[in-house]
C-alpha cells in the first residue's frame, strides 16, 4: 500500500477543535499513516505562537536562571487543548517533566523544540497512533546540516512498525547529542524528510490556505490559487518570502520525485496546490507564476571606470564582504557599476563600516554608496523565459504605480526577475504586479 505523509502546521494545531480536524483528516484516507505536527501557532490575531512564548522561556531562563513563571501561558495553552479534545492523558506529569528538562538542558533550541514535542505527544493521543520522537530519528552532522542517510534509514526503522504514527516537527539530534532544531518553519523540512524516508507516494502540507496563491494573501485580498508549480519555482517563491513552505523542504523530496501537496486544514475539500518535479510538471500556459517579496535589505553600491576589465576586481570585493562573515544575496552588475545586495540583519554598523574600508583600499573605486531600507520583489515563472515583453509589462506595471525601482536582476535562470524598492513601496509594488499578470 502507498502511504502518505501529513505535516500539519500551527493553526491545524492552535486548540482542541482544530485537532479534532485533524483527525477527521487522517481517518479519511488510510494511506495518511505518518503525521508531523507544529507547535500551537496562533488562534486568532494577536494570539502567540507557541514557539515564540517558549523563546520567550528561554530568555528568562538565561536572564533569571530560571523559567519563573514564564512557562505557565505554555502550560495553559496545552492544558486546554488537551481538556477540549476531552482526553484521558496525564498532561500535568508530562507538562512538568518538560519543565524540569528545559532547566536542566539550558539550551535555546531545546525549550523551542518543546512546542512540537507536546504538540506530537497529544496529537499521537488523539489519533490513537504511536508518538515517535524526532530525537531519536532525526539526526544532524557536525556542520549542522542533516545526516540524510542516517535519518532516512532511523525514520523508516521506527515507523515501519507503526499503523499509524506522529512526529514533532521542526528539531532532532546534533552531532554533540543535544536536541537541535531547524531554522523557524523547519516542520515543513520535518516532513519531507519523512515522506522521503518512507517513501510517501505524496507529502501533504496541510495549513491554513487553500494552496499556494500567487502572493502574499495579506497584501492583496483574495489572490489566485497557483494550481500546480514546479519544484524550481517553488523554491524560488518560498525564499523569496512565499513562507506558506520553508524553501528548504523540496530538497529531501525532490530527488525521490515525491510530489507535495498543500492543503488547507479548514477547507479539506479544497483542491489545493499540486508541486511537482520538473519531469511530472507541465506548465499551466502562464507567464507569471506569482510574485513574492522580503524587505530589509541593504545594497552596496560600488562604481569605477573600466570595472570589468580589471582582474580580479568582483573576487576582491567579495573577500572583503565574506572577511566579515557576511553572505550576499544577489550582485546585479553593469559595465562600470556593481551592487552588493545584503540582508540588513547581516549587517552591524562596524560590519558595514569595515566592509566599506576594504573594499576601497582593494579595489579604489570611484564611488561606494550604501543604500538602506531595500526591498526584493520576485516575479517567478517558467513562462517568462518564451514570453516576449513580460520584463516591459513588469516595469510598466511599477512605473505606474508610481514607484521608483532601486535595482534590477533577472535570474540566469531566466525564471524570475527581482526588482529592488523601498521597504515603503513593498505592497504598492506587489499589489501592481499582481494586476498586471493576473486581474
Ligand atoms: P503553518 O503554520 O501551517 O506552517 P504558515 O503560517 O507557515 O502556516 O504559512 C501559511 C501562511 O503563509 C498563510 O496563512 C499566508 O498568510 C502566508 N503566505 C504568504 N505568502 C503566501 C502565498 N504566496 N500563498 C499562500 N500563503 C502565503
Ligand atoms: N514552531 C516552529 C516555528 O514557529 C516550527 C514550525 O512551525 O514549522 O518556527
Ligand atoms: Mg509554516
Redesign the pocket.
Known amino acids: 500500500m502507498s502511504v502518505k505523509v501529513c505535516?500539519?502546521?500551527?493553526?491545524?494545531?492552535a486548540d482542541g477543535n482544530v485537532i479534532k480536524r485533524v483527525k477527521a483528516i487522517t481517518d479519511d484516507d488510510e494511506e495518511r499513516k505518518f503525521v508531523v505536527v507544529?507547535a500551537p501557532?496562533k488562534r486568532y490575531s494577536g494570539d502567540i505562537?507557541v514557539t515564540d512564548m517558549l523563546y520567550e522561556c528561554h530568555k528568562k531562563l538565561m536572564s533569571e536562571g530560571s523559567l519563573g513563571d514564564s512557562f505557565a501561558a505554555v502550560r495553559d495553552r496545552f492544558t486546554s487543548i488537551v481538556k477540549e479534545l476531552g482526553l484521558d492523558f496525564d498532561i500535568k506529569s508530562v507538562l512538568d517533566e518538560t519543565e524540569r528538562r528545559i532547566e536542566r538542558e539550558c539550551s535555546e533550541d531545546f525549550t523551542a523544540s518543546r512546542g512540537e514535542y507536546l504538540s506530537a505527544r497529544i496529537t499521537a493521543k488523539a489519533l490513537g497512533a504511536e508518538f515517535v520522537d524526532a530525537e531519536d530519528v532525526i539526526f544532524f552532522k557536525e556542520d549542522g546540516s542533516l545526516d540524510s542517510a542516517r535519518t532516512y534509514k532511523a525514520v523508516d526503522d521506527a515507523v515501519c512498525k507503526c499503523a499509524r504514527a506522529v512526529l514533532p516537527g521542526f528539531y532532532g539530534k546534533g552531532a554533540d547529542g543535544k536536541v537541535k532544531t531547524f531554522s523557524r518553519?523547519g516542520?515543513?523540512i520535518s516532513g519531507a524528510v519523512v515522506a522521503r524516508a518512507v517513501n510517501a507516494s505524496v507529502y501533504e502540507?496541510?495549513?491554513?490556505?487553500s494552496?499556494?496563491?500567487?502572493?502574499?494573501?495579506?497584501?492583496v485580498d483574495n489572490?489566485k490559487?497557483?494550481k500546480r508549480i514546479s519544484y524550481k519555482e517553488l523554491r524560488e517563491?518560498?525564499y523569496m518570502?512565499?513562507?506558506?513552505?520553508?524553501s528548504d523542504s523540496i530538497f529531501p523530496v525532490r530527488k525521490a520525485n515525491i510530489p507535495i501537496v498543500?492543503k488547507n486544514?479548514f477547507r479539506p475539500e479544497d483542491e489545493g496546490?499540486e508541486i511537482l518535479p520538473s519531469s511530472r510538471y507541465t506548465p499551466l500556459g502562464n507567464v507569471v507564476t506569482?510574485?513574492?517579496g522580503k524587505k530589509n535589505f541593504t545594497v552596496i553600491f560600488i562604481e569605477k571606470s573600466h570595472m570589468n576589465s580589471e582582474i580580479g576586481f568582483i573576487g576582491k570585493v567579495l573577500c572583503a564582504v565574506a572577511a566579515e562573515g557576511v553572505s550576499v544575496e544577489h550582485i546585479p552588475s553593469g559595465i562600470d557599476t556593481m551592487s552588493l545586495v545584503i540582508e540588513s540583519c547581516q549587517l552591524t554598523d562596524s560590519k558595514l563600516g569595515k566592509i566599506t574600508e576594504d573594499i576601497k583600499e582593494s579595489v579604489n573605486p570611484d564611488l561606494i554608496r550604501i543604500i538602506e531600507n531595500i526591498a526584493l520583489i520576485a516575479t517567478v515563472g517558467h513562462g517568462m523565459s518564451s514570453s516576449v515583453g513580460t520584463s516591459a509589462r513588469l516595469f510598466n506595471a511599477i512605473a505606474a504605480a508610481d514607484v521608483n525601482i532601486k535595482m534590477i536582476d533577472q535570474g540566469s535562470s531566466e525564471m524570475n526577475i527581482i526588482v529592488g524598492v523601498k521597504n515603503d513601496d513593498y505592497e504598492k509594488c506587489i499589489s501592481a504586479i499582481y494586476s498586471e499578470f493576473f486581474r
Open positions: 505535516k500539519f502546521g500551527g493553526t491545524s494545531m507544529s501557532g505562537k518553519g516542520s515543513d502540507n496541510w495549513t491554513d490556505v494552496g499556494f496563491l500567487a502572493c502574499d494573501p495579506r497584501i489572490p490559487r497557483i517563491l518560498s518570502g512565499a513562507n506558506v513552505l520553508h498543500i486544514t496546490t506569482g510574485v513574492a
